[in-house]
């Protein structure tokens, strides 16, 4: 098995790569291999450039850049990404990758629709946010996501029935403990991510 975690923030320090670790760390306790990609200090372009473009409607070669994250998607089981909710949505690195990356010919077929890359894999999208996980489920926010990411993105377009997402709330406190439980969550999501978990749990609860 093989975990890879895309983040996306600048600070190396930041809250959203400790909680990209911790997920790392609760993976590799069941025996995967893992990578962490920052998005924020790697380098990546979130702008849509014209090879962008021409690929999506002429069919042309992938823009070269994008090429090496698709190779770390395939490779990986379970992917997790990892973004701060800004504006009520992902930052721009992390819409930029899901843009330029997450394309045509890559995670669904430009002649039939019918998902490629993802299939078979499970996936975790961990937003960071300053308000309560409670305020975001119960304000139509919450929703949004949902529908946007998990039901369109990666169930429909990208084939994987097994994709959720977690909150990491109340990023603005200054609760350590608080923060602890919310890494501690995170890890153990990471242990319990991979291809076949969510059938594995679904049978324990019904015992």
């Known amino acids: 098995m093989h975990t890879l975690v895309i983040a996306s923030n600048p600070d190396p320090n930041s809250l959203t790569l400790a909680v990209a670790k911790a997920f790392a760390k609760g993976a590799e306790s069941r025996g995967s291999t893992t990578r962490i990609i ?3 200090t790697d380098g990546f372009n979130p702008a849509y450039t014209m090879a962008d ?4 409607y002429k069919g042309t070669p992938m823009p070269p850049d994008v090429v090496p994250y698709q190779e770390a998607m395939a490779k990986a089981d379970t992917i997790a990404f990892v973004t701060p909710i800004y504006w009520y949505t992902m930052t721009a690195s992390m819409k930029g990758f899901f843009d330029r990356v997450l394309c045509r010919d890559f995670t669904y077929d430009r002649t039939t629709n019918a998902p490629k890359a993802f299939v078979g894999k499970t996936i975790r999208f961990i937003a960071l946010t300053g308000g ?5 489920r119960t304000s139509g926010i919450g929703e949004a996501l949902q529908h946007q990411i998990v039901e369109n993105t990666f169930s429909k377009y990208c084939g994987v029935p097994d994709a959720t997402i977690t909150y990491v709330d109340r990023t603005n406190s200054s609760d350590a403990a608080y923060t602890a439980k919310s890494l501690a969550k995170i890890e153990e999501l990471g242990r319990t991510s991979y291809p076949g978990s969510d059938k594995a749990q679904g049978q324990a609860a019904q015992q």
Do not use: K, T, V
């Open 38 to 40: 920052n998005l924020g």
């Open 53 to 56: 473009r021409d690929h999506y």
């Open 132 to 136: 309560s996980e409670e305020w975001y």
